[in-house]
């Protein structure tokens, strides 16, 4: 009785400390990703969509009842993300409007990811080794894909933006849905055990999806998976994966299809929503093909070699499809495709890693192109998991070597961990100082600008966006400048040279500024701010008629256009026409409630039609909005 009692007792023995050898790995892996990203915690917000997302936006701001029916309905700025919204929320509730608690959220985020990836990457690694030389060495090689993961120059766009949370948030999701897969699937054979775990990752997989859609392919992956290294799906001739077998391994895909299929209708009717797609008309399915060839290279060498990383990478105006760019990687993808199908027997981890890789990146590599960016590091944060593992097999391939005993094992053992240790710490150091890239507003464009001084493609979205970083500083002389160069590069976009008008007539150049809108409206004559900033400028210089009529085409074209009405209303009346510039004063509050300008306007019109009594309401209403907008700020 007590030899079968010490059979069964040795595991549990054995399995005591490699439990807390786990544990010990895992935390050192999260306080080296926690000490590379923590000066991040140190960054403000920027003006890259920040502002817009948080600074200037109340609706998230809290977790009441209104804030979450808000945050689960809306597609604001192009993403369904609720559940980001929740934390963001939790953020304020915690923070106020301090950057310093939202940058710390995202970091211990991507910390957790790097904690649950070293178990993904060491259940991963397992399954390819045989099971006598599980040791102390295989931990050490999920470890290095632990931190070639979360320590590359490559994360650091999705960790340091807080815009990006959703990326690292609808990572750490999509990390727990694979590792309860992976222990689904490879740890018991008993049915209920395997439904459960096949349940909670689909609870993780949906969490994932409501934090941002990124991880659309999840099913997909999880059928390669099942064919390599789980091996649950295996060739049959005559059947291929589809025999009798097969078939509960198809069935269990059929959950999460489901909602990875809603997520794929809901993602474009977000970013339509924005305004962000691309007609085929204005980008053809070859720049399409063109691009995404691109994009699949890109990923892959900014892996290897990352350096020049920039926050944006645009979209050339006018893409070349010959041109030597897309023509080399377009060989390149068809190069390591057909080589990697040639060595799926000798190596068939590279060529599921391949094919995991491109089934993650897929969606954003342009087939369906929304934004500027051609590229975008931030793509990178999953599609690049697959890479990571593949590292941490290669050291530990190369352990193997140096114990080898026709080579000489000690001096192969050192140079392999040493080059390990050099590339991690390396990759640290790059990390380091990237994210201090983006610690400010300045820094960043001054950054994306200099990067795309160098590049291939040159960028005059890139000019204009720095420009308008300029005006939000004040400093209309370097706004101007760049606005020009901006021109430069790409002459025929119309709200280029409204916002050089802008610019110009900031400084008192009132017919340098009209003739750069009427370029403008040359260009698009639907451009509602041109036409408003023309009005603007027209009526500054006294010529009222012209004004009103550009004031009114800017309310046909944006009939909401609450900042067109009422500076419609000044110019009626400084004609006399009080009564319609009351009725316009009016439309503005009744569609913005909160415009204090134009409480203010209606309050003077009232005043001059002696209703004094109608006339102090307004004002104090705009008093209230006024006294409320510099609490709000003050909290910042």
């Not at 009232?606 to 510099?630: D, F, P, Y």
Request: glycine share 6%.
């Amino acid at each position: 009785m007590s030899k079968p009692r010490n059979k069964k007792s040795r595991p549990q023995r054995q399995s005591e400390p490699s439990t807390q050898l786990d544990f010990w790995i895992a935390l050192f892996v999260a306080i080296v990703t926690l000490a590379v990203f923590f000066p991040a915690t140190r960054n403000e917000f920027v003006a890259w969509d920040d502002y817009e997302l948080l600074v200037n936006n109340p609706r998230y701001r809290g977790l009441g009842w209104e804030q979450l029916r808000w945050m689960f309905s809306t597609f604001y700025m192009g993403h369904y993300q609720p559940l980001s919204w929740v934390t963001f929320g939790l953020d304020y509730l915690l923070w106020g409007m301090d950057p310093f608690g939202y940058h710390l959220t995202s970091v211990l985020l991507h910390t957790a990811n790097a904690v649950l990836f070293f178990f993904v990457a060491l259940r991963l690694l397992s399954l390819t080794i045989p099971p006598g030389l599980r040791d102390l060495a295989l931990k050490a090689a999920a470890a290095s894909a632990a931190l070639f993961f979360a320590i590359h120059p490559l994360r650091v766009e999705s960790v340091a933006w807080v815009t990006e949370r959703r990326d690292v948030l609808s990572g750490l999701f999509f990390l727990a849905t694979i590792l309860s897969y992976l222990h689904a699937t490879t740890v018991s054979h008993a049915s209920s055990f395997r439904r459960r775990w096949l349940c909670v990752a689909l609870i993780f997989y949906s969490l994932s999806l409501l934090s941002k859609a990124t991880g659309v392919t999840l099913p997909v992956v999880l059928l390669v998976l099942d064919v390599y290294p789980l091996r649950r799906l295996r060739y049959v001739p005559g059947t291929w994966w589809f025999g009798p077998s097969a078939r509960p391994i198809w069935w269990e895909k059929v959950p999460f299809l489901v909602l990875a299929a809603a997520a794929a209708v809901i993602a474009p009717l977000a970013q339509h929503d924005a305004g962000a797609m691309a007609s085929l008309r204005r980008h053809g399915l070859l720049p399409r093909l063109a691009q995404s060839s691109y994009g699949v290279v890109f990923y892959l060498w900014k892996t290897i070699w990352p350096t020049d990383l920039s926050g944006l990478y645009e979209l050339p105006p006018n893409l070349n499809v010959l041109a030597w760019p897309f023509l080399l990687t377009g060989v390149v993808v068809v190069g390591i495709t057909i080589g990697l199908f040639m060595l799926r027997h000798s190596w068939p981890a590279g060529l599921a890693s391949w094919i995991c890789y491109v089934i993650i990146v897929a969606p954003v590599l342009g087939i369906i192109q929304s934004g500027w960016q051609m590229v975008a590091d931030r793509y990178s944060y999953l599609s690049c998991l697959a890479w990571a593992v593949l590292a941490g097999g290669g050291l530990y391939n190369w352990r193997e070597r140096s114990i080898d005993p026709r080579r000489d094992g000690r001096k192969f053992f050192f140079f392999a961990t040493g080059a390990a240790a050099v590339i991690i710490m390396t990759l640290g150091i790059l990390t380091w100082k990237q994210v201090k890239v983006w610690h400010d507003t300045d820094l960043l464009w001054n950054h994306i600008l200099a990067i795309t001084d160098k590049s291939t493609f040159k960028s005059g979205n890139v000019h204009h966006l720095v420009a308008r970083s300029m005006v939000d500083r004040g400093d209309w002389d370097r706004a101007v400048e760049h606005f020009r160069k901006s021109i430069e590069i790409e002459p025929n976009l119309a709200p280029f040279y409204s916002d050089l008008g802008n610019a110009l007539a900031r400084q008192g150049r009132w017919d340098e500024a009209v003739e750069n809108f009427q370029k403008a409206l040359a260009l698009n004559p639907n451009l509602s701010v041109a036409h408003f900033n023309l009005g603007n400028a027209l009526a500054l210089q006294g010529r009222f008629g012209e004004a009103a009529a550009h004031l009114q085409d800017a309310l046909r074209i944006k009939p909401d256009y609450t900042q067109a009405y009422n500076n419609l209303g000044r110019v009626l009346a400084a004609q006399g026409q009080l009564d319609r510039a009351i009725d316009l004063f009016r439309r503005a509050v009744q569609i913005q409630p909160d415009f204090a300008e134009a409480h203010q306007s209606l309050a003077m019109a009232l005043e001059e039609k002696g209703r004094k009594e109608e006339a102090v309401q307004e004002l104090q209403e705009a008093t209230r909005i006024m006294k409320s907008r510099s609490e709000a700020q003050a909290q910042r």
